[in-house]
DNA sequence: AAATTATTTAAACATTTGTTTAGTTTTAAA
DNA sequence: TTTAAAACTAAACAAATGTTTAAATAATTT
């Protein structure tokens, strides 16, 4: 790993701690062990670091669904049950960075930036939207609000890992439960979220 | 209003906006049309504000659904429904500083802060958790998975609301759209989440 | 009315912030 | 081996940060 990347992998990691107005870059050039002067000499500012950062991250996950939604080997409910699968698998494996882009959102400052994440988290939400979509052409779906029920499951997961201590309360556990670390919890949202979508959307 | 009281609600709506440490004192102060010094006259510190900042808007809304929980003229799934309606109210009311409360939640700073705040998320989280486990007692709830049920009524209804722009995408509306001036949004979100847990919950 | 307390102000304080400079070392090309 | 470009460093920069000071004004109490 040369050093604008060690630039970046540390970035990520304090940024999504400690939001990017609470990271300062000389911590940034501590962590990576490198000199301040550094960030400014790659990135030319702390502002265009972070810009880096996010599209480091998120450029090696476009478009892995489109396959999926146009599989026809699998039926809809199937399609909807990997999705989630899919979706879970993503979150625990990049928490933390997940978290920053949704806090990102959240504030009103940098709209360029929050335009390119939207963008970014509006990838799955379309993927999971245009899956019931089909599902409810086919007439296999109920008639339901494809854009709310998109919302449910991407919110579902999201709410649950918002941090270690909201998942260790919301499901009543002790400090010492790390969430990200608990491969029965993963299992458990995505039973529950599985089945709460098959008898959401299956016909009766 | 009193200039403390103005203090607070201009931090609200800053914290709110731009982050506690995207947010100077200065601006606060300016805001608030105050001295600068008045804001450490009368709370001590930026941090100690952002704690009555909190303090403040949170003290008046404890326990609403108690009586909720022990109403017995009403069904279980009314219970749900009108949890559902209350939730959506609130945080239709309230929400930049929701916002701000999870997003705080997200970071890794200030852990007796964020200890504060899960508590007062955990309420929430809580009256619904209990209204689901008595619908199941009673046997006319399904044996769902609590706490992942309470889960995804409040991460759908915050995850639509993380911010205008993402309502917008998610719903495919203009930027114009403004999510916290239209009824009708509410009421899409309120029936979609209701239709949910009734599919849910309910036994076939 | 005088004395006391609370409120408010402008200015200064010490740090920390992101960024730049000017010079050095390292690397690679000619 | 000389030359030129790239990588790196310590130090300085100006601006912004949260906080404090000391003095002035306003409000309240005696």
Redesign the interface.
Known sequence: MNKRETIIESSIKLFS??????TSVREIAAEAGVNVAMINYYFGSKEKLFEKVVEYRTSFLRGVFSELVNNKKISQIEKVDFMIEQLIERKFSDEKFS?LL??E?????RPQM??AI?SI??RN?DSVKTIIRDGIKDGVFQS??I??????V???????L??D??CQ????KKEGFSPFQNKQLKK??S???K??MR??LLK?
């Open positions: 701690n400690k939001g990017f107005e609470g978290r949704h806090r959102m959240s504030l009103e400052l929050r335009s939207s988290l509006l939400i339901v609000d854009e709310l029920t998109a919302t449910t991407l919110g579902t997961i999201h709410y649950l918002t941090s201590t909201m309360k919301i499901l009543g458990r949202l039973d529950h979220t089945q709460l008898s959401h009766k």
